[in-house]
């Protein structure tokens, strides 16, 4: 069984900024590719970003130059990195991997203006 942990979030300013953690354990864990998604309030799930094996990145228009993700390996932890948030980053923000489709249970961050 995987598991996906987030953890990090939290409560800042506009402007402030946040590291969400994605640790992975599990029996035949992969993490070659994770995905990091967020729900905001009365939204729909969205992808933010996604970090490959390789490092490679792929970020939505709307983090690009804002959120980085990086990850250690010999940790099988994944990380966002979110600078100057915005009140519209408020909401739950998920990691996701596609081989298995296995989800963690989020993490709440919540940007005040």
């Known amino acids: 069984q995987v598991r996906l942990v987030e953890s990090g979030g939290g409560v800042v300013q506009a402007g402030g900024s946040l590291r969400l953690s994605c640790a992975a354990s599990?029996?035949?864990?992969?993490?070659?590719?994770i995905g990091w998604y967020r729900q905001g309030p009365g939204k729909q799930r969205e992808l933010v970003a996604v970090i490959g094996s390789s490092g490679s990145l792929y970020y939505v228009d709307f983090v690009k130059g804002r959120f980085t993700a990086s990850r250690d390996n010999a940790k099988n932890t994944v990380y966002l990195q979110m600078n100057s948030l915005k009140s519209e980053d408020t909401g739950v923000y998920y990691c996701?991997?596609?081989?298995?489709?296995?989800w963690g249970q989020g993490t709440r961050v919540t940007v005040s203006s």
């Open positions: 996701h991997t596609p081989f298995g489709d296995y």
């Open positions: 599990g029996s035949n864990v992969n993490m070659n590719i």
